[in-house]
């Protein structure tokens, strides 16, 4: 493959390396200084993007591949609230689009296990009140993370006790959505935790009177991320649509 890396932080230096073990071409990486060189005659010919940048910039890149219909994996977390906009624009415009909040596959058989544990507790109708927590590095610009996100959804659609998931997060993320009002039982709490230099841990805990169960993840390296997404690189070269690690697990 021809592949094109979208910021060249942490993750792109990793996907990088990936890419080239697995004899793929880099033909071009973007970051801050040459971003104007996403344009029409860079992204000629490139069979496939990787998008791994910031909250703030992830949109406009991904906008500008489906435009020029280059099928692109989108790594970036903290912007979704435009997903559902960006994977119609991709069906308009007969382009490819591929988005995991994670792409770790230990961490997608988390969220499998997690959907059925929540569906579980729901017909059992076992009184066990629930918490999520993520504790990442304090480089980590988004709270709560894309993957904390992802698990309130899975178990906001089974448990019918639980409406809406609320954020507790540092004082010092400017970018958090701390929560302002008082939690109710209806709110599904996700606490944020920075520190020091950890790639992610997510605990999903389930407490009662008399236990607690708990599903962990603990991710020992971004090599496990990288290598996810460029499998989904290669799954995504050629196709057109829109796919998600569901697709991909298949
Ligand atoms: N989905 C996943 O599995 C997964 C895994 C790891 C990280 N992430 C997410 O990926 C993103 C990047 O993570 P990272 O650890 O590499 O961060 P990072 O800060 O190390 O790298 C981001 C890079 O993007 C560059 N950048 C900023 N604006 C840009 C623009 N307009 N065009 C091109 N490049 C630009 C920055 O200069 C930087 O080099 C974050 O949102 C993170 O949460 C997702």
């Known amino acids: 493959m021809k592949t094109a890396i ?35 005659e860079h992204l000629a010919g490139i069979d496939v993007a990787l998008e791994f ?42 382009s490819a689009l591929f988005y995991a ?48 996100i992802t698990l309130a959804e899975g178990i906001l659609e089974h448990l019918s006790s639980k409406k809406q998931w609320v954020n507790f997060a540092p004082i010092f993320d400017v970018n958090a959505i701390e929560e302002k009002r008082p939690v109710t039982e209806e709110d599904l709490v996700i606490r944020s935790v920075r520190e020091g230099m950890t ?11 008399d236990d607690r169960l708990v599903l962990q993840h603990t991710i020992k390296n971004r090599r496990t991320l990288a290598m996810g997404a460029v499998i989904a690189a290669e799954f995504l070269c050629g196709k057109e649509g829109v796919y998600s690690m569901k697709d991909l697990m298949k």
């Open 6 to 40: 979208i910021g060249y932080g942490k993750m792109g230096r990793e996907i990088e390396q990936i890419l080239l073990e697995r004899g793929h071409e880099v033909a071009l990486i973007i970051d801050v200084e040459n971003r104007s060189e996403l344009d029409a």
């Open 101 to 148: 909040s994670n792409y770790c596959l230990g961490v997608n058989l988390l969220f499998m296990l997690n959907r059925q544990l929540a569906a579980q507790i729901e017909r059992l109708q076992a009184k066990y009140g629930v918490e999520i927590e993520e504790v990442h590095h304090t480089q980590k610009k988004d709270s709560p993370s894309g993957t904390a």
């Open 53 to 94: 940048t910031t909250p703030t910039t992830a949109y406009d890149n991904l906008r500008t591949c489906i435009e020029h219909r280059v099928p692109v994996v989108s790594g970036t977390t903290g912007w979704t609230e435009r997903l559902e906009e960006l994977k119609q624009y991709c069906t308009e415009q007969h």
């Open 199 to 209: 790639p992610g841990i997510h605990t999903v805990s389930y407490e009662s009177e």
